[in-house]
């Protein structure tokens, strides 16, 4: 084989410039070839560099960065991996090889297209040694015309080349806060066409809502035509079960004006009114026309529009019955589109879905089929922790499957185009989609957003994506990118968006960064990100207020975060122009190319400049498994809310609203269990007929206020579930539950008894099934939140982390012992805490039982504090959790509006939450009673007010001397946290602290419990 000059294509390495790459388009067409598999490979230290004897197999697609070492992922969020500025590009640029050979005799009369799904980087593509074409951005297909370079041998057999370099000056444009990778992210193909054939289409499928009647106007582009002067080519529509054809417009003549006459022998006649000349203008201007122009324009008016395109057939049909699209009812209808000749034979076909729906801003509301909806949205990124950026099908409906049965209803592509599968899945499943273009240069966020020389790449990114997905019924929002400043460059970029596609609203975060009464140019919404609750209710309440606002980007969710959910949607569903917004953000970008479950971030892969755990910020993990704060947001998200209260279901019934936009309840079951620490099981109940956005009232089942009168209720709870089987769930999938909450009263303390107690000097208590003592703990190990900037190390200079005993005091007290100890923190202010000890059993009963009276008070200058509680440490041999409290899922003050109070059961190594970067994990709140069991024995604890609980199996210390969850060592320790306050989480790396209530500023705490001690073997 002749070796292939990679450079001798024109190129510059830039990136600015595309060469010979066909023009975007909506159509899908079947390979002819199919691609994808093993390839032969090379990486190259730079492009220029000479390709070597010795090539390896890998797999296409895939990324060189997650299996060649001498390239590893880099992360970074703002700044780029290397040091130098736009446009330059590295001198030390990786550059992949790819290579494999294909088996096509294209028929006479066909042409053949290569057609790369994406690579990332600067993509060139050479066939059997001839130079076909270059590409960039690194989310959208690029094809090429190969027919000319595919003269095949004896053997039918052609070779493609395709080399992708890592870096170029467009580069700039796609720092993202993701991993850097490179290579062929998505899949490769080869396809026949007819010379003559279908080019693209545009779709309408529009919805009038009032009259609830479709229209559907289909532009047709063709290939080949557009130079013809024949007419008799059709395009036939087939949908709804009707055909339509329309002619393809011939090329036409522009109109000329006549010529004048040199004849001078004759008179000549009068042919046009004076002044006629003004006639175009008058026409444009609609103003009155002479009555003796009449004639003349009839004549010349037709002649002043536009001629028809030529290549191109416009159909449209109106008054169509259908059901329209919406993600709560996406329903989709086929239409089939053919290319005839003359002669009426079929030269080429396609097939595409289309969905009947209307999207409209009124004022400041979102409309879709002219209802306003609540954007209950995820930004979503292209990440497999296997294979970095490659989207596997199955991994794709996993994801959205996931996201719909924890009722998310919007995707924000962030922060490109997604595979065009992903938006066929939207489509089918139910999603509103905001489609970001390609667009983030966050690192020269001032500089790139008015640089002439970028203004290409802009519109190119931005008008391929309009170009690709315009026909996809999820897409209701076009965005023009992230985090790029706000200059020129965004405004001609939003210009060419509502020229060509009036049908969707346009958005840009930077263009109200600074002002959201601003960049009217670049965005029809106010979508800014991370905003405090003040500013959204002043917003609310501005008379400039003239958009809908809807978050880009919030709830920030690194670590153990998205404090404050609920308070997000008191507002999004109360205020007037407050829409919702989408979740930063859907799974952690962690990678886990050895698949040992060892999940790496930022510098693991030895990635210098990089931003560590940065990217740990999904309210999923890598492999798909929900966070707690998804189980948050579910609730937060369902189709029904409970909106009556205990005395009302005490005396039977149960008010629900549905908070559905477009349907009835019809597509649910629902159940009603009564939470009373008992065996009793679900009831299926009738839910009455409760249109979307009504209330409805549920009776309760005597069955179910029997029981509710026999005992003494915790809650009552609805469960809803999807009555049939879907793609993404099947039936009784459990979509929501939701709770009536009862009071109950605390059970009476027993009498102390007199009894001597086991404390030592220490003021600890002793026993064989402690390992250590109850004793004070003021500390967590700090969430990222904790940890932000923002809080200026405020829980580091309270010096809680350590606690060193000064002083203890014990004295009788009645029938106990009260013990003071004095504790000095790590930066000598004094922490007293008070305990009074009570033995409530003989020493000869069967068990231990002691009353605990707790009152702690924190130095003057305290601040703020992470948790004021008690730590105790069993002996190995406890397996088993049994709580009454908030469950079942990791609940904290803040973030627990969807948590279900009950009497819930579990492993004690299932109760910790792994963070990847461990910290503060497993809490539950609202706990009366508290049952650890094992071979070891049983240890019961009882709250007569309720404290928050945590148990697991690693100290605080433990936690915060890791850096992964995969580096915390096997551990038998049981160690439980009983807390009378503990701090909320909020948002604080990229957002709102917790709100002032969930903070604790006090200096004074008082509490009582309960400590029941048994050696026997459970029961």
């Given at each position: ?127 059997n040694g001839h130079a076909v074409g270059i590409s960039t951005d690194s989310h959208l ?148 026309i002479p009555a003796d122009w009449a004639p003349a324009a009839a004549m010349m008016g ?444 605390a059970e009476p303390v027993a009498a102390p008894v007199p009894a001597r107690l086991p ?261």
């Amino acid at each position: 084989m002749t070796a292939t000059s990679f450079t001798a294509m024109p190129w510059d390495g830039s990136g600015f410039h595309a060469v010979r790459r066909l023009p975007m388009h909506g159509l899908r067409r079947p390979a002819d070839v199919e691609l994808d598999g093993a390839w032969e490979f090379q990486l190259l230290p730079s492009p220029t560099a000479p390709v070597g004897d010795v090539w390896k197999t890998v797999d296409v697609p895939g990324l060189w960065t997650m299996s060649e070492t001498d390239d590893r992922p880099h992360y970074t969020n703002v700044a780029m991996p290397f040091d130098e500025v736009p446009p330059q590009i590295p001198a030390r640029n990786p550059t992949g090889v790819y290579r494999r050979s294909f088996a096509l005799r294209p028929d006479p009369g066909r042409q053949v297209i290569l057609r790369i799904g994406a690579a990332e980087g600067l993509l060139r593509a050479f066939v059997n040694g001839h130079a076909v074409g270059i590409s960039t951005d690194s989310h959208l297909a690029a094809e090429f015309d190969i027919t000319d370079a595919c003269v095949a041998g004896p053997d039918g057999e052609h070779t493609v080349e395709l080399v992708v370099s890592k870096w170029s000056s467009v580069s700039y444009l796609e720092d993202q806060d993701q991993w850097w990778h490179a290579g062929l992210s998505r899949s490769v193909s080869v396809h026949t066409v007819p010379r003559t054939r279908l080019a693209d289409l545009k779709v309408h499928a529009d919805y009038d809502p009032a009259a609830q009647r479709g229209g559907l106007r289909l532009r047709v582009s063709t290939a080949g035509l557009d130079g013809l002067r024949d007419e008799g080519w059709t395009v036939e529509v087939e949908a709804l079960g009707e055909r339509s054809t329309a002619p393809v417009a011939p090329l036409r003549d522009a109109p000329r004006l006549p010529a004048l006459t040199g004849d001078r022998s004759v008179r000549p006649p009068r042919l046009i009114p004076p002044d006629l000349m003004d006639l175009p203008s008058l026409l444009a201007a609609d103003a009155p026309i002479p009555a003796d122009w009449a004639p003349a324009a009839a004549m010349m008016g037709p002649s002043l529009r536009p001629l028809p395109v030529a290549g191109t057939a416009v159909l449209d049909r109106a008054d169509l019955d259908v059901r329209p699209w919406s993600a709560e009812s996406p329903h989709l209808y086929d239409v089939i589109v053919r290319l005839a000749d003359p002669d009426g034979r079929i030269v080429d076909e396609t097939t595409t879905r289309v969905g009947f729906r209307r999207v409209t801003i009124e004022g400041r509301d979102l409309l879709v089929n002219g209802r306003r909806v609540l954007v209950q949205g995820v930004d979503r990124h292209d990440v497999d922790p296997a294979t970095g950026r490659v989207m596997r099908p199955e991994r794709l409906l996993a994801e959205l499957s996931l996201l719909k049965r924890f009722n998310v209803n919007a995707i924000r592509t962030s922060h490109y185009p997604n595979d065009p599968l992903f938006l066929d899945l939207c489509d089918e499943i139910g999603f509103y989609v905001v489609d970001e273009a390609d667009i983030e240069a966050h690192a020269f966020s001032s500089a790139l957003c008015d640089d002439p020389r970028y203004l290409p790449a802009f519109l190119d990114r931005v008008s391929r994506m309009v170009l690709r997905d315009r026909n996809h019924p999820c897409v209701i929002i076009w965005s023009l990118g992230n985090e790029t400043g706000y200059g020129a460059n965004h405004d001609a970029a939003a210009a060419w968006v509502r020229r060509f596609d009036p049908t969707r609203p346009v958005q840009y975060e930077g263009a109200i960064a600074s002002d959201w009464h601003g960049g009217h140019p670049s965005t029809d919404l106010v979508c800014p990100m991370y905003p405090s609750f003040e500013s959204l209710a002043a917003y609310s309440a501005d008379p400039r207020a003239d958009r809908p606002l809807i978050l880009c980007e919030y709830a920030y969710s690194q670590g153990n975060s998205n404090g404050g959910l609920a308070e997000y949607w008191a507002m999004f569903e109360t205020l007037p122009g407050l829409q919702g917004g989408f979740i930063w953000e859907f799974t952690d970008h962690a990678l886990d190319p050895d698949g040992d479950g060892r999940y790496r971030y930022g510098g693991d892969f030895g990635d210098v400049p990089n931003d560590g755990i940065a990217l740990l910020n999904g309210i999923a993990f890598p492999d798909l498994t929900p966070k707690p704060a998804l189980y948050e947001a579910r609730g937060l998200f369902s189709p029904v809310r409970i909106v009556s209260d205990a005395a009302a279901a005490l005396a039977g019934t149960i008010s629900v609203r549905n908070r559905q936009v477009f349907n009835d309840l019809g597509a649910f079951t629902f159940e009603l269990q009564v939470e009373d620490g008992g065996e009793s099981g679900p009831v299926t109940v009738d839910m009455p007929d409760v249109p979307a956005g009504t209330t409805g009232t549920l009776r309760i089942p005597e069955v179910v206020r029997a029981r509710l009168e026999a005992s003494s209720p915790l809650a009552v709870t609805l469960t809803v579930r999807t009555r049939a089987d879907t793609r993404w769930a099947p039936a009784a999938t459990v979509i929501a539950a939701h709770q009536v909450v009862f009071e109950r009263p605390a059970e009476p303390v027993a009498a102390p008894v007199p009894a001597r107690l086991p404390v030592g000097e220490d003021g600890e208590l002793a026993h064989p099934l402690l390992r250590t003592g109850p004793r004070l703990c003021l500390w967590r190990a700090l969430t990222d939140n904790d940890r932000s900037f923002a809080l200026d190390q405020r829980f580091v200079r309270s010096g809680f982390f350590q606690l060193t005993p000064r002083q203890v005091e014990i004295r009788p007290d009645g029938e106990g012992a009260a013990v003071t100890t004095r504790y000095a923190t790590a930066f000598d202010t004094e922490v007293v805490h008070h305990r009074t000890i009570a033995a409530l059993t003989p020493p000869d009963h069967p068990y231990t039982e002691y009353l605990l009276r707790e009152r702690v008070v924190l130095p003057d200058d305290t601040e703020d504090a992470l948790r004021v509680g008690v730590v105790f440490e069993l002996c190995d041999g406890f397996d088993e959790a049994r709580w009454v409290g908030l469950g079942p899922w990791e609940n904290y003050p803040d973030r627990r509006s969807s948590a279900l109070l009950g009497a819930w059961h579990s492993r004690i190594d299932d109760l910790a939450v792994p963070y990847l970067f461990p910290q503060e994990n497993g809490g539950r709140g609202q706990t009366t009673e508290l049952r650890l069991t094992g071979p070891a024995g049983t240890v019961s604890t009882f709250h007569q007010s309720p404290l928050h609980m945590t148990v697991r199996r690693h100290r605080v210390e433990e936690l915060e001397a890791a850096s992964h969850w995969w580096e915390l060592p096997p551990s038998a320790a049981t160690v439980v946290h009983l807390d009378v306050a503990h701090r909320g989480l909020g948002t604080a790396v990229l957002g709102p602290d917790t709100r002032p209530r969930f903070r604790l500023p006090d200096r004074e705490y008082a509490w009582t419990w309960r400590l029941r001690l048994d050696e026997r073997p459970p029961r």
